[in-house]
């Protein structure tokens, strides 16, 4: 892949992001910009490994008939990352903000994501227990108004082998899901569940279509 030389606040980014699942929850309000009150509403989206991923989604004036528990939604947006530093260190979330959701008939997941941006920190390639190469790396991806989301990624197999090879300041566009991973982390001496959320990298798309 051709290295960049562009820098990385000199291209513009890309964040799509179609889903389709289950409202899992009722909208809570989160928070107020400009004004405008927002609300996030979980959304269970069925793998076809029969996993469930739940994101958490970042609603304004939230259609109580739509979001009803159980009713399928269908819905188009941006992935947005920001530090919350209100706890003890600073954990970043991850949530998508909804430009457009309608009622879905059909209730099947969908869960489909294409990313534009720059690394941000040297990608890191590992092996499983079992040999299995995965690579973890770290997207910037632009905003208008001069700002950013940074977002987790992790490749599988020979396209981790691949994104072992690039380096801080490339620039990739890339199509894949957004994920969430339950874990444990100790603390206090208890194992306490999280939820990690991250992109898994389906494919990388020509970065000759990115433009400065």
């Known amino acids: 892949m051709r290295r960049s030389v562009i820098p990385m606040d000199e291209f513009r980014g890309e964040n799509k992001i179609v889903l389709r699942g289950e409202a899992a929850g009722q909208p809570v309000r989160s928070h107020q910009n400009h004004g405008v009150d927002y609300y996030v509403v ?17 609603v304004d004036h939230p259609d109580p008939a739509l979001w009803t528990p159980g009713q399928w939604v269908g ?3 941006e992935v947005r990352s920001y530090n919350n530093r209100t706890g003890q260190g600073s954990k970043l979330v991850i949530t998508v903000l909804v430009r457009s959701a309608q009622q879905s008939e059909e209730e099947e997941g969908e869960n489909r994501l294409v990313l534009a941006g720059a690394l941000c920190r040297k990608p890191m390639l590992r092996r499983t227990p ?25 490749a599988w197999g020979s396209l ?14 890339l199509e894949g899901r957004l994920q969430s991973r339950k874990y444990h982390k100790l603390m206090d001496g208890e194992q306490v569940e999280r939820t990690a959320f991250e992109i898994s990298v389906m494919n990388l798309l020509d970065s000759a279509e990115l433009q400065p």
């Open 42 to 58: 979980p959304l269970r989206v069925p793998r076809l490994s029969g996993v469930d991923d739940v994101l958490n989604l970042v």
């Open 75 to 77: 819905v188009q947006g």
């Open 130 to 154: 079992l040999g299995r190469e995965i690579c973890d790396l770290l997207l910037a991806v632009n905003r208008p108004y001069g700002r950013a989301d940074y977002l987790p990624c992790i």
């Open 160 to 173: 981790a082998a691949h994104c072992g090879g690039l380096d801080v300041g490339d620039k990739l566009r």
